[in-house]
């Protein structure tokens, strides 16, 4: 999830969809987004390939997806 929501989006002004929530509602997103385990990570960090899925489905102990 930190992943998908951490793509800039054309539809938000090039903001990532977590940018977006922060600017709409400030600390309440920080805590919403706390309480998901939501991170952002950096651009340089975004992986939305196949193997990011695999490696948190690993983390959590379930098979990758066929």
Avoid: H, Y
């Avoid at 922060?22 to 975004?46: K, Q, S």
């Avoid at 196949?50 to 959590?60: F, K, S, T, Y």
């Amino acid at each position: 999830m930190s992943q998908v929501n951490s793509e800039p989006r054309g539809r938000l002004a090039w903001m990532t969809p977590i940018a977006a929530l922060r600017a709409a509602f400030g600390e309440v997103a920080d805590r919403l987004l706390d309480a998901f385990g939501i991170e952002e990570p950096g651009m340089e960090d975004l992986d939305l390939t196949q193997g990011c899925l695999d490696r948190a489905r690993a983390e959590r102990g379930e098979a990758p997806l066929t």
